[in-house]
C-alpha cells in the first residue's frame, strides 16, 4: 500500500495524526542489514 508518515490508520480511517514536523524521513524497497543501518546512522546532517 501506500506509504504514510505522521498518521495511522485504523478499521480503513485515518488517524492519530501527527501534531509536530517530521525531517528526514527516508524509504528503502528492501529489509537494511543490521550492517548498512549502523551505516546509516553514523551520516552527519548535510
Partial sequence: GPLSVGRAQ???AKVDFWNGSVDQVE???KALTAEEVSALHGRQKP
Fill in 10 to 12: 485504523y478499521d480503513g
Fill in 27 to 29: 524509504a528503502y524497497d
